[in-house]
């Protein structure tokens, strides 16, 4: 019984060290386990770690306009990054890139990612806006159905991952100005026969759910996850009947793999672009069919105060619109200006 | 009766009539075990040509997979196996731990313990894992109890199978005949003597096959862990890059073959364990 037991303990600890160790996401990280073992204990308390010693000076040409730095904001600077949540599934917003090395100076704990292992319009304006506050931006892959159920624990500070503005998220988060405005479009299979959009009345159409396409597709404005009706260019088909996966990407793959319960998706004009790019047999059926709003969020329920936080997010945003960064990156990842403001 | 060695006057030790019989059940177990194994072989064969994408005669159609990618990305994907292991490893430890003593409380005399097993086994097994891996990340630190993702992960797991486990070793537990607690209480042992040296012996060996079945499925849970964003274990990484790439279906494919070698271990141990166990049946 005793061997069972000393078996047992050196499992524990080895699955302990294995379990630690894997945090870090390069291969040459996870090559080398025996010294990650002194930053395993670390970080296996909760996810803050100390301020470096060069705070002060970063603290000092860390705000462009001169807001008091007070609550989470200073806390950020305290600790020289920003932790930023983005949900890792999109192509090109957001997507891991396996090519990236992670940084040997990075002050991002283990268990979260640089902006060098990933790539993305969100990832860029992470790191810009990072860069605009005067701290590193580390990011954290979190599902995105717990992104949205707000409450976040104080376990990451903001959220930039084209979350639409919409009145029920607005009860829990606080929403900086919109960074660009997403086209949404509905995409057919190319031998669906379907040339306009009235066609596709009593027709199924898939969509991600609980997104504010399924709302359209839906024909329910009134839903928490609608943008506002105003903001609808195009009025839904009557009676489509709404399949809805657990993302849009699912309804890609679907007919990729050559499936037939339906032969229509809405989803983001980007997304079809990318979809498009990469085999999927469909075509965008027409133009836009309403441009949601898609801004920072910051969790209301954070422990501090985040209201300094949020006006310097709201400055770095109107500063990147009128310096034409947003637009740079917008022509680089989806090649065109996403980021006006509809008139 | 004489061999034909004696019959040439060499001498030599006869063989009796049981060993022979004996070997001839080891040859038959031989032969049966070599069958099996080949069987296996042939239908391994079977499943990589029909992932080979090679063309096949009588216009029999197999799927193509992008090799590329999957030699670009293995080592990506792979690095995530040490989580998982890692993960599953400790859940199991925990849940075996409070599978036990959930059983056990389920057979007490004492209210209070009764009510707190069978209320815990009732309520976890009622909810939905993903929910408690939730409370446990997000809800907990509103008590002032902050985990990381990745023990929030381990506690959820090991939780949820702890619930679940425990009702394999209750009826374990109760298969064990009557006789066996009456004779051990004629012997003049205490009831925990009982427990500890009759009746949990005789109870581990019927509750190993379905707890091996808990163990491999826990080890495909622990790809929920990686939804607080702060682990990124096998499958994460197998989503995330087929997703990047758009080559989910050789992506996944990777992960399925680790998560089978994974599988393939531990019921090579689970079959070890089992022969130890009943080797006063043999």
Redesign the interface.
């Known amino acids: 019984m005793k061997k069972l037991y000393i078996f047992i303990g050196l499992i524990t600890i080895a699955s302990l060290l294995l379990a630690g160790c894997g945090g870090a996401t390069t291969p040459a990280a996870t090559q080398a386990p025996a010294t990650e073992i002194p930053t395993t204990a670390a970080t296996e308390a909760p996810t803050m770690t100390e301020a470096p010693t060069s705070a002060p000076t970063e603290a000092a040409t860390a705000t462009q306009a001169p807001v008091v730095a007070s609550g989470l904001l200073a806390t950020i600077q305290k600790r020289g990054y920003l932790l930023v949540s983005t949900d890792s599934n999109y192509e090109p917003y957001s997507i891991v890139d396996t090519s990236g090395k992670r940084p040997s100076d990075t002050k991002c704990p283990s268990d979260v990612l640089t902006t060098a292992e990933m790539k993305g319009f969100d990832v860029d304006v992470a790191a810009e806006l990072g860069k605009r506050l005067g701290v590193e931006t580390c990011l954290v892959t979190v599902d995105w159905a717990i992104i949205t159920a707000g409450n976040w624990a104080d376990k990451w500070d903001i959220s930039v991952g084209s979350m639409t503005v919409t009145t029920g998220r607005q009860k829990i988060f606080e929403f900086t100005s919109p960074y660009y405005y997403v086209p949404a479009g509905v995409a057919v299979t190319k031998d669906s026969g379907i040339t306009s959009i009235d066609q596709l009345a009593g027709k199924p159409i898939c969509v991600g759910e609980s997104t504010d396409y399924e709302a359209w597709a839906s024909n329910d404005p009134s839903a928490p996850n609608s943008v506002p009706e105003d903001s609808w260019l195009v009025k839904p088909p009557a009676n489509m009947t709404v399949i809805p996966q657990s993302t849009d990407q699912e309804c890609a793959q679907a007919i990729k793999s050559g499936r037939k319960e339906f032969s229509a998706y809405a989803t983001s004009t980007g997304v079809i672009a990318s979809n498009i790019t990469d085999g999927v047999p469909v075509v965008q059926l027409g133009g836009p069919i309403f441009l949601e709003p898609d801004a920072i969020a910051i969790d209301k329920a954070h422990s501090e105060d985040i209201t300094s936080l949020v006006s310097t997010l709201n400055d770095a945003v109107k500063a990147m619109h009128e310096d034409g960064t947003l637009t740079t990156l917008s022509m680089k990842w989806f090649k065109e200006d996403l980021t006006q403001a509809p008139k | 009766m004489k061999s034909d060695a004696t019959v040439a006057g060499i001498s030599e030790p006869a063989i009796s009539q049981a060993e022979l019989l004996f070997q001839a059940q080891q040859r038959k177990m031989q032969r049966f075990r070599t069958s099996v194994g080949v069987s296996w072989i042939v239908l391994l064969l079977v499943m990589i040509t029909l992932f080979s994408g090679v063309k096949l005669p009588l216009g029999l159609k197999t799927i193509h997979l992008d090799t590329e990618f999957i030699r670009?990305?293995l080592?990506?994907i792979a690095?995530?196996?040490?989580?998982?292991?890692?993960?599953?490893?400790?859940s199991i430890?925990l849940a075996t731990l409070l599978a036990l003593l959930a059983a056990l409380g389920r057979l007490s005399n004492f209210p209070p313990i009764y009510a707190l097993s069978t209320f815990y086994v009732s309520l976890i097994r009622g909810t939905p894992l993903f929910l408690q891996l939730?409370f446990f990340?997000?809800?907990?630190?509103?008590l002032g109890i902050?985990l990381?993702?990745?023990?929030s992960g381990?506690l959820a797991l090991g939780l949820n199978y702890g619930a679940y486990m425990s009702e394999i070793f209750r009826s374990g537990i109760a298969s064990v005949g009557k006789g066996q607690r009456e004779a051990a209480m004629a012997l003049g042992m205490t009831p925990s003597q009982t427990m500890r040296r009759v009746v949990l012996p005789q109870a581990l060996r019927f509750a190993i096959p379905p707890t091996g079945n808990e163990f491999i499925a826990m080890t495909k849970d622990s790809a929920l862990v990686?939804?607080?964003?702060?682990?990124?274990?096998l499958m994460?990484?197998a989503t995330?890059?087929g997703?990047?790439?758009?080559r989910?279906?050789e992506a996944l494919i990777i992960a399925a073959v680790f998560y089978w070698i994974m599988t393939l271990i531990l019921s090579y141990f689970q079959s070890r364990i089992e022969a130890r166990f009943s080797r006063g049946d043999r």
Do not use: C
């Not at chain 2, 690095?79 to 400790?90: A, E, F, K, Q, R």
């Not at chain 2, 990686?226 to 274990?233: D, I, L, N, P, Q």
């Not at chain 2, 997703?243 to 758009?246: D, E, G």
């Open positions: 670009d990305n080592r990506f690095s995530g196996i040490g989580v998982t292991i890692g993960i599953s490893v400790l430890i939730f990340f997000l809800a907990l630190p509103q902050v990381s993702g990745l023990w381990v990686s939804a607080t964003g702060f682990v990124h274990e994460w990484r995330k890059v997703r990047a790439y758009f989910s279906m």
